[in-house]
């Protein structure tokens, strides 16, 4: 069965910090893949997405993520967090054989320290 | 103009009620879908629509029930509540093989 993974449940940074969030999932073939941040209290947004071509790729808010093939990864970065970005993210991955199904990762919650 | 509408925001209701929650997507999409969270943030998909037809139907205690009278809309009916159903739900659309919407979530309180 398809999974993702979020290294991390928890991460606490203070402001200004770089920030890393891995993702891994298990499937092989053609995937989509998907980075949702979801505020306190909110709905999911979505933060970036890779369907294919550079495989780094660039979102809203200063956040980046880049795909590497070889190792089934999806990794989430952002060079210096604000206390704003306090949030849950979710990594989210799609199959294109598979129709539309969107599996989430478990999430990692970011606490950013003022 | 929301794009992923749900209602009621919460719900609160007794173990044993039979209720149902609402979704319409005005974003022209062909494919919805319900997701459970539970208290830990985990997100489960219960079912996808693609057109009007069951498309995937996760192993979903059968008090669930999809209905989807249009592409636009998806509701989600519960029979015989339970404690455990507790949770957020969030219905979502997407099309093609983009990225999914979601709507604001509706908070389910069985008591």
């Known amino acids: ?114 | 103009d929301t794009a992923v509408s749900q209602t009621p925001k919460y719900l609160v209701t007794q173990m044993g009620n039979d209720k149902s929650i609402k979704c319409e997507q005005n974003l022209g999409h062909d494919t919805m879908y319900w997701y459970k969270q539970d208290s830990k943030k985990f997100l489960k998909i219960m079912f996808s629509y693609n057109n009007k037809e069951l498309i995937i139907n996760e192993t979903v205690p059968n008090r669930f029930s999809p209905k989807s009278p249009d592409k636009a809309h998806l509701n989600l009916h519960i029979n015989s509540l339970e404690l455990g159903d507790s949770a957020v739900y969030f219905c979502a659309s997407s099309q093609g093989y983009g990225e999914a919407f979601f709507g604001q979530g509706t908070r389910l309180t069985v008591v």
């Open chain 1, 1 to 114: 069965a398809q999974s993702v993974s979020q290294h991390n449940h928890h991460v606490i940074l203070s402001e200004a910090a770089s920030l890393e969030l891995g993702c891994n999932y298990s499937y092989g073939g053609t995937v989509n893949l998907f980075w949702y941040v979801q505020y306190p209290g909110q709905h999911l947004q979505l933060l970036l997405k890779y369907f294919s071509g550079d495989p780094l790729v660039k979102g809203i808010k200063g956040f980046e993520a880049e795909f590497i093939k070889s190792k089934f990864s999806f990794n989430l970065r952002k060079p210096s967090v604000q206390w704003s970005d306090t949030a849950e993210y979710f990594c989210a991955v799609s199959r294109r054989d598979y129709g539309q199904n969107f599996v989430f990762g478990p999430g990692t919650r970011l606490s950013v320290l003022p």
